[in-house]
Every structure is written in structure tokens, then in C-alpha cells.
């Protein structure tokens, strides 16, 4: 489904991401963990086209979409959840969901199987996003993303800044969403959840992918050795 080859990404003369290369296919849940500054983001985005690629190539669905728009992306069926959820906080809920809507792409996901995904935004569909808590406006962003009914679904450290209680409850809705077959990549600080979750783990050391395995064949120590650098 997802083919990256070789991919550099750059700030200037820095490369973020350095030679690396995946396939993800279709049903894969691949958790992408590594060190903050391993470069997690940066891979994400510019798979998502929000950030130029420098050299290499991406293809989704056996085409090339290495110079394509984020928006042509999202209408091809690949949509990112950016880390820091990027919401109008001076729009609604339901507002926010709206700008998910692609016409582009039929499917399953309308805003009313959104609330029923997330039933905590029920009673908040006409708030402002900006006075919602902070799993709110997560699942907000979520929702967003599965307006375009997406075949390939990345998400950027969904759980950062919430409180436990409220990771399990972000995590219950993403596992229902790979329960009905969503191809899911996520970058996830929590290693152990990362491992659960997962039936992929990727894990990056300065911009590169220092391994690349099923959680079930890999015993935990290699999984934190290679995040460490330890290898
Ligand atoms: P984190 O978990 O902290 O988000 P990450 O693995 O996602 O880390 P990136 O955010 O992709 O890492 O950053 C990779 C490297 O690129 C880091 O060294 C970071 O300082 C650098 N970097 C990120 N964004 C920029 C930018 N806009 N300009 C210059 N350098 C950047």
C-alpha cells in the first residue's frame, strides 16, 4: 500500500531523515518509535506531504506521490493526524470534522458514526475546539482525519500531554479502528504500549530505521537496545 524508498528529508544542510525505506501494506499496524529528534515527525510529514522530500521516492497504492500535494494525498486516501492535533480552535467540533470532508472519496465515515466513535464530543459538538480538554480535542483531530475516509491512517503521538486515563480511552477508539481493518502507522513515545498495540514495530535513531520488526518475533530488550542505540 505504502512504499517509501531511500527517502532524505532535510532543514537546510541537516538531514532529519537520512536513506530510509519502508512498505507498509494493507491491515499492517506499525508503531514508529525512536528518541526524541530520531526524526519520527519529520518522516511522517513528508510521507503525509506536508514537508518537501529532498531525494528518494514515495508511492501509495502503486503510484508515485512523491511530488503530490498533502491535500491530493488525503484525496488518494492517506490522511496524517499531525502531532499537536492542529485544530481551528476558534471553529466548532463539528466544524473542525466538516474540514475533513473530501468529496473525492466515498466510504463509511460521516460526521454521526464520528460521535458515535467519540461519544465524549457528543455533548461538545458546538463548542470551540479551543475550550475542549485535551483528549477531546485529540479525538476532534481523529475524527477529522477518518472524515476522508482514509486507507492508510498515521497518526503523530497521539497520547502526548494526556493524562493516562485518557491515553487508554484515545487508544480504545484507535483500536476499534484497527479492528475494522484500518492500515494504521503511528509514531508512540510509550514503548510498551507501542509494542502491544502494534504488530510492527519501526524504531528510528538519527534519521535512520535501525530496526524494523513483528513485536511478536522481537524480544522487548532488542526493541529498547535499538532505541537507545545500544546495537
Ligand atoms: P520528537 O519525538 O521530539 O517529536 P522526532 O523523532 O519526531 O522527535 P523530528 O521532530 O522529526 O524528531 O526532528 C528530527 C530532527 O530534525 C531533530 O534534530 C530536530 O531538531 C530537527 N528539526 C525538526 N524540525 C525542524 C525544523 N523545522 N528546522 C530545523 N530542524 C528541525
Known amino acids: ?32 518509535i525512536g528518541a526524541n529528534g530520531a526524526g519520527k515527525s519529520t518522516f511522517l510529514k513528508a510521507i503525509a506531504g506536508a514537508l518537501p522530500i529532498y531525494s528518494g521516492r514515495v508511492s501509495f497504492k502503486d503510484q508515485d506521490i512523491t511530488d503530490t500535494s498533502s491535500s491530493t494525498r488525503v484525496q488518494q486516501g492517506l490522511s496524517l493526524v499531525p502531532e499537536g492535533r492542529r485544530l481551528f480552535s476558534e471553529m466548532t467540533v463539528e466544524e473542525n470534522l466538516l474540514l475533513g470532508k473530501t468529496v473525492q472519496r466515498q466510504g463509511d465515515w460521516d460526521i454521526e458514526r464520528i460521535f458515535t466513535t467519540f461519544p465524549n464530543l457528543v455533548k461538545r459538538r458546538h463548542s470551540k475546539t479551543g475550550s475542549l480538554s485535551g483528549g477531546e480535542q485529540q479525538a476532534t483531530a481523529i475524527g477529522r482525519a477518518l472524515m476522508a475516509n482514509p486507507e492508510l491512517l498515521i497518526l503523530d ?21 484497527r479492528d475494522a481493518g484500518t492500515t494504521i502507522l503511528l509514531v ?18 538519527e534519521g535512520r530505521i535501525v530496526l524494523d520488526k513483528l513485536t511478536a518475533d522481537t524480544h522487548r530488550d532488542e526493541i529498547t537496545q535499538a532505541y537507545f542505540g545500544l546495537n
Open 1 to 32: 500500500m505504502l512504499s517509501v524508498h531511500n527517502l532524505d528529508v532535510r532543514y537546510g544542510q541537516f538531514r532529519a531523515v537520512q536513506g530510509v525505506s519502508i512498505e507498509i501494506t494493507q491491515g499492517d499496524i506499525v508503531s514508529l
Open 157 to 177: 503521538e497521539v497520547s502526548l500531554g494526556l493524562s493516562p486515563l485518557v491515553v487508554d480511552q484515545v487508544y480504545a477508539s484507535i483500536e476499534s479502528l
Open 188 to 205: 508512540e513515545q510509550d514503548l510498551e504500549r507501542a509494542i502491544t498495540f502494534s504488530q510492527r514495530a519501526i524504531c528510528m535513531l
